[in-house]
């Protein structure tokens, strides 16, 4: 069983504390995501599992056993890097072997673990290559054969795709997933990356500030932001936010009024809008707004909207054909407004 629990980890340098009260289970086979913005302590926290960094604070477990104080070697796991790391003068055979070589295992167990693996990444015809004759794609599989082959109960990756074109990420993040579900093992990833996170994970460990903002599936995240800063986070194209007051059943400005979810206490309130979730009404709607931006995305537009002091991003279907200036009105059904204390950036609803 490979179950990973952190009790309040800390994470401190000299009077610098980056981590703090990080409380975290991941279960037996769980794919769990670590996602933020640079700075926010994922991949310190994602090094203090590897046994890369010194825990602070807190206590480690790993399979049920205290991990604080355990070699890397020690702790059942195998990581990824965003740098490949790969040896240059080997051969991809020998960069992927050379860890269970050096752990003196017998060549016959090598020869048994290698081939499912190079079977499983596709590396067959690369195996007497050099790294430096493989594509950043090829890379980074060999990187991660290179971990499969150690058959560990725990897999990190540190942002691994970060340095790949998007086909090839895409592609990649593909491989990664099959491989999780074969393997069965218990997988942390660390990313910036949304797409990956949203796509990926079973359960998204949202953090900033050394902290975690939010947890849950990409679902409950997505369709139910605990904060401003995850309803922002979370979503392409972003949120939009409007600063409006409560007036009755009403949520309104010059420019706008928008019945409320539920009863609300009077005042100013943060409402955030998904830009999906408006619907066009002529010129005429709960919101109405001059077309300030128009952008081509394919299947879709996106509309930028002046209303007033607020500016409304709008994802309209490719085919509407709409002018500069033009004034044009949407509705949004009260169950896509998003609310949030405008002082603490909690969700309301």
Not at 124 to 141: D, F
Not at 157 to 172: I, Q, T, V
Not at 181 to 194: A, E, F, G
Not at 285 to 314: A, D, P
Request: net charge negative; proline share 5%.
């Amino acid at each position: 069983m490979a179950t990973v629990e952190c009790r309040a980890i800390r994470k401190v340098y000299g009077a610098l504390e980056v981590m703090r009260d990080f409380d975290l289970k991941i279960d037996d086979h769980e794919f769990v995501v670590f996602l933020g913005p640079s700075g926010c302590g994922k991949s310190t926290m994602l090094r203090m599992i590897a046994g890369l960094e010194d825990i602070s604070g807190g206590d480690l477990f790993i399979g049920g056993e205290r991990m604080n104080d355990r070699d890397p070697g020690d702790r059942g796991i195998a990581m990824v890097f965003q740098n490949y790391a790969l040896y240059p003068h080997m051969s991809v055979r020998e960069n992927i072997t050379f860890g269970l070589e050096r752990a003196g295992t017998p060549k016959a167990a090598i020869e048994q673990r290698l081939s499912p693996v190079v079977e499983a990444l596709g590396l067959g015809v690369y195996l007497a290559r050099k790294p430096t004759e493989l594509s950043g794609g090829q890379q980074q599989r060999v990187a991660i054969a290179r971990a499969m082959i150690k058959t560990p109960e725990v897999f990190l990756f540190d942002e691994p795709l970060s340095n790949l074109d998007a086909k090839l990420r895409g592609s990649l993040r593909v491989e990664i997933a099959r491989l999780h579900r074969d393997l069965k093992t218990t997988s942390i990833y660390v990313t910036h990356d949304q797409l990956e996170a949203m796509t990926l994970a079973d359960r998204i460990v949202l953090m900033k500030d050394g902290r975690i903002e939010q947890m849950g599936t990409p679902d409950e995240i997505y369709q139910k932001p605990a904060t401003v800063f995850a309803a922002g986070f979370i979503g392409t194209p972003n949120m939009n936010f409007l600063s409006l007051d409560t007036a009755g059943e009403k949520l309104v400005d010059d420019h706008i009024a928008l019945p409320t979810p539920v009863q609300v206490r009077p005042g100013p309130v943060t409402v955030g809008i998904r830009p999906g979730a408006l619907r066009l009404s002529g010129d005429h709607g709960q919101i109405r707004g001059r077309v300030e931006r128009n952008e081509f995305h394919g299947e879709t537009r996106l509309l930028t909207l002046n209303i007033g002091s607020n500016e409304l991003c709008v994802s309209v279907p490719a085919s509407l054909r709409v002018r500069q200036d033009e004034l044009l009105g949407f509705d949004v059904a009260s169950d896509d407004l998003h609310l949030f204390d405008p002082t603490t950036g909690h969700r309301l609803v």
